[in-house]
């Protein structure tokens, strides 16, 4: 009797076991939320372009972001932006989120900020009252579920000039370029970047030391156009890279820029001659070549690349050859591309 009622128990338990298996397989796993997939939840775009698969920093540090402190624009939580104090008591409401203020904790440095606070408008939108919100969408800010490698994936923003712009007036450069240049890459007064930042005071003192660098415009291609490319220089223990990258720097003019801007004999005869100096570093002053500039696979950049010590910006000697990268789902100018920038050089006027 002892036997059966032993063998029964097995049996039981065994069912157990099976049913409960099943019933977990038949479960559905947790799905994230949208805003746990979203870009101002995950801050995945640093990381990716950091990363050694896409070309990028961690090349020249062999350092991985998880040994870095840069997870600071990362959003934990939906109070970063909806938060609002109702007495003493803090409640949910869409109305911060909705101002300027929120998008300028982390998206309103340097420029930019002096422009939305300030009110010295050198975007065009802003002059005429316009906020983020007004070109940027919810789903942009709250994730639609996919986890986009960064914002300059396809399908992760909505915002483009051609949203309101449906029309084009009819003037020879937008015939010229339509469909081929991006509206950035003319439309922009200002564009603002980093030079040589020293990653080895990063890594030891948790501290940015870098150069700013402007009116110098760099063009690159992306989704199929020639736009506007940002610029970062970095040293790390006497190594140099050069990463290029799409940008839409937030001070977009009505004018666009004049033929022989882009165009300039002078400029492409350098380049050709590997004799263009985009930076130069004089009596202790970073000074830059002022203007557009194409970036070509193989290009000669003669860039100078300098240590800080002791708060003072040293020249390397004979530094090497920088890791190139284009980063943003960007390439350089193909040499047709250059060609044509080359041919169509205005004639010299009388």
Known sequence: MMKHIIYFIGIMLVLGYVVTAISQEQTPKEEKNFFENSLHYTNRGLDYWYGKQQGGLERLTNIPTTQLNCKKCHVASCDACHVKKVGEKSEYSIEPAATQKECIKCHGKGDMEKTIQEGNAVDIHFERGMKCMDCHTVREIHGDGTLYNSMQQSGSMDAKCENCHTRLTEIESHTVHGGKIDCVAC???????CYNCHFDTRVKENKSASLPLKNIFFLINHKGKITLANIHTFVYQNKTMIVFAPIFPHTTTREGKKCEDCHNATLFKDIKR?????????NGELLSYAGVVPVLDGMKWNFVYLNYENEQWIPIENPPEPLINYAGYSSPLTADQFIKMEKAVPPKKK
């Open 187 to 193: 439309h922009t007064k200002e564009a603002n970047a």
């Open 274 to 282: 590997n004799k263009f100096r985009a930076i130069t570093f004089e």
